[in-house]
């Protein structure tokens, strides 16, 4: 089993849809969330943090439960713009240190 | 320009040769990760640094490759005796610390191997 796993996707919808999108982690040990966002295999840039309490940055919702060990995103009133892969990452344990572990994305393409 | 800083953009090395590639963190970052993204692939670690200290190197392949982060300069990244399935972007990002912290990437290096 892969440590962090996404759905590749693609997630084909209109403008002004919501969009979900799931990752799942499989060490329970994990710390700090977060989702980027790559563009046409440009560099990851950070969209957002996720913490347990859920967080919300404009149009945008990320939630972490642990219980379960996954994380969320929710993209609502999708803009042709967000058409992006969309990339998971959790701080993993390795060793005595954490790495960031990254899923393999899920592309998300908005369409008019 | 505040943010990682990589070189080149584009590299391309004929096989056999070596490819060097350089990083220099965002300001107060000390820490480092390097990152390999192959075509259709998703970004797999392959090192994390901290200023003259290699903290975890589980994702770098034994042979040929070696990561650096010297107390002065840039991280570096040598790829020895290169083979045509080392073409990929290598992106590297910094953090100030470990924990909830997330990176920040540069914009990656396409290195070609012809």
């Known amino acids: 089993r892969k440590e962090v796993e996404q759905d590749p996707g693609p997630f084909n919808v209109p403008e002004g849809a919501t969009v979900a999108f799931n990752c799942t982690y499989s060490?329970?040990?994990?710390?700090?969330f977060f989702w980027y966002r790559q563009d046409c295999r440009k560099e990851p840039k950070l969209l957002m943090s996720v913490y347990s309490s859920g967080n919300e940055d404009g149009r945008f919702t990320a939630q972490l439960n642990r219980a379960s060990q996954y994380i969320s995103l929710l993209i609502r009133d999708s803009k042709l713009s967000d058409s992006a892969t969309y990339l998971c990452?959790?701080?993993?344990?390795?060793?005595?240190?954490?790495?960031?572990?990254f899923g393999r994305g899920t592309s998300l393409i908005v369409h008019p | 320009n505040a943010g990682v800083m990589q070189n080149p953009r584009h590299l391309v090395r004929r096989r056999g040769q070596e490819a060097r590639l350089r990083c220099s963190p965002m300001k107060g970052h000390s820490h480092v990760y390097w990152y390999r993204q192959l075509p259709e692939e998703g970004l797999k670690f392959m090192v994390y640094l901290q200023k003259e200290n290699i903290i975890d190197e589980s994702g770098m392949p034994k042979e040929r490759f070696s990561a650096e982060f010297p107390k002065e300069g840039p991280s570096i990244l040598r790829i020895q005796q290169v083979v045509r399935g080392d073409s990929a972007a290598y992106f590297c990002?910094?953090?100030?610390?470990?924990?909830?912290?997330?990176?920040?990437f540069g914009d990656g290096t396409r290195l070609s191997i012809l």
């Open positions: 990452v959790v701080n993993t344990p390795s060793g005595g240190s954490y790495i960031p572990t």
């Open positions: 990002a910094s953090s100030p610390g470990q924990g909830n912290q997330p990176q920040h």
């Open positions: 060490n329970s040990a994990s710390q700090s």
